[in-house]
């Protein structure tokens, strides 16, 4: 059993930075996706970033692609989410997710959320 923990959410203003942390209980296998989706008021959850534990493969929705950076600490069972050049429309709930295979919306193990908020 993984648990998901996620920190480093805020308020920012557009341009900003944050940094989201997850932080992973439980064994974390080799052939495991771990990554971000977010959650917009009154839109559906969509897929940010993935990355595959073994590090060999990194995804990004084109909507942050040069501006967030997935990384992971395998020593530490974090995956990070550096968020530059923030956007208003990058304010959302984000939620760390994993699963053994892909990260799809059914994926396996889910964090409970942190808020981020873009002012303009």
């Known amino acids: 059993q993984v648990q998901l923990v996620e920190s480093g959410g805020g308020l920012v203003q557009a341009g900003g930075s944050l940094r989201l942390s997850c932080a992973a209980s439980?064994?974390?296998?080799?052939?495991?996706?771990m990554g971000w989706f977010r959650q917009a008021p009154g839109k559906e959850r969509e897929f940010v970033a993935a990355?595959?534990?073994?590090?060999?493969?990194?995804y990004y929705a084109d909507s942050v692609k040069g501006r967030f950076t997935i990384s992971r600490d395998s020593a530490k069972n974090t995956v990070y989410l550096q968020m530059n050049s923030l956007k208003p429309e990058d304010t959302a709930v984000y939620y760390c997710?994993?699963?053994?295979?892909?990260?799809?919306?059914?994926?396996?193990?889910w964090g409970q959320g942190t808020q981020v908020s873009v002012s303009s």
């Open positions: 997710a994993g699963d053994p295979g892909a990260l799809t919306l059914g994926s396996r193990y």
């Open positions: 439980g064994h974390i296998f080799f052939g495991y996706t």
């Open positions: 990355i595959r534990w073994s590090g060999g493969s990194i």
